[in-house]
């Protein structure tokens, strides 16, 4: 059985016609569109994803993968609101943050939402220690 990882990418204005591509141990396995979500099934074991588009790119994000296990990734620019119409801010990060242009971030799960009593079971409330009988 092999692990899956699905990639999320946001949806921008800045980007909003190119692709993001997606590199494992820095072989191109795919790509990913504005607003996209894609999956790809992978063997287990240790990998670093990166995202690049034309010659900017992301952070370099480490994860091991275990057999049948789902890890979800988000990945987005770094570039975003007033930002967006600063007249260097493009600039500056093609010159001099390249590899920070775009940003992945692996997604935690949230932990299941503990279960609800059943319709006709009891519960015992406490109120400062004592117990409360209604």
Not at 78 to 104: A, E, N, S, T
Request: with cysteine; net charge negative.
């Amino acid at each position: 059985m092999a692990a899956c990882i699905e990639i999320e990418r946001t949806s921008q204005w800045v980007n909003l016609i190119r692709d993001y591509v997606i590199l494992l141990n820095d072989v191109q396995v795919g790509t990913v569109k504005d607003g996209g979500k894609v999956q790809f099934g992978i063997e287990p074991g240790e990998y670093e994803l990166r995202l690049t588009i034309d010659w900017c790119g992301s952070n370099r994000l480490y994860f091991t993968i275990a057999d049948g296990e789902k890890l979800r990734f988000l990945s987005s620019c770094q570039i975003r609101g007033i930002d967006y119409f600063h007249p260097f801010m493009m600039l500056y990060y093609v010159l001099y943050k390249k590899d920070q242009y775009l940003y992945v971030s692996q997604v935690q799960e949230p932990a299941p939402e503990p279960a609800l009593p059943r319709q006709n079971e009891k519960i015992e409330i406490y109120i400062a220690g004592q117990r409360y009988e209604p």
